[in-house]
């Protein structure tokens, strides 16, 4: 009878799904916001949003893109985190984003885009700061040159600069 008993246990313990691991969580900015996530996520840091400073996305790995874009002259380096990092980091579950820059441009980039194309979220060219007059301070942009297809308007007009804000629908 024991060993009926600790079977039944042990079946019922298999039969248990493990718990998923939480994203840890967010840090609070202690400098100036830059970046706010908004809607469909589950790692916040400010009420229902996550909110990011500069440092804590510099904090975060860097990578860079080297290409040519239709609004600066020449090839351009533009470092800072991939896009898709910054969405797993706040738990993004949607299929849209928008994003809206600080002019009040708003864009709709489809999520997969982030992966698909390893989309850096810039807050570096040519590795120093953007100031607001220069497309910054963070830009969304893509590989153009890795693809001929990232070379047209349909990508182009979803690579917003002066980003404030994303929100995930």
């Keep these: 009878m024991y060993a009926l008993g600790r079977a039944v246990l042990i079946l019922l313990f298999l039969a248990i799904p493990p718990c998923q691991a939480e994203s840890p969580p967010l840090p609070s900015p202690a400098g100036k916001v830059v970046l706010t996530i908004s809607g469909q996520i589950s790692n916040k840091n400010?009420?229902?949003?996550?909110v990011f400073d500069m440092n804590m996305l510099a904090a975060l790995p860097q990578h860079t893109i080297a290409t040519r874009t239709p609004w600066l002259p020449g090839i351009s380096r533009f470092t800072g985190p991939y896009l898709q990092d910054v969405l797993n980091l706040v738990g993004?579950?949607?299929?849209?984003?928008?994003?809206?820059?600080?002019?009040?441009?708003?864009t709709d980039i489809p999520l997969d885009d982030a992966a698909?194309?390893?989309?850096?979220?810039?807050?570096?060219?040519?590795?120093?700061?953007?100031?607001?007059?220069?497309k910054g301070p963070l830009f969304i942009v893509y590989p153009y040159d890795s693809q001929p297809a990232l070379r047209s308007e349909i990508y182009y007009n979803r690579s917003a600069w002066q980003l404030k804000s994303l929100q995930v629908e």
């Design 46 to 50: 400010h009420d229902n949003d996550a």
């Design 92 to 106: 993004a579950k949607g299929r849209t984003l928008k994003a809206i820059a600080l002019n009040d441009y708003k």
């Design 116 to 134: 698909r194309y390893q989309v850096v979220l810039a807050r570096l060219l040519n590795g120093k700061p953007m100031p607001v007059r220069d």
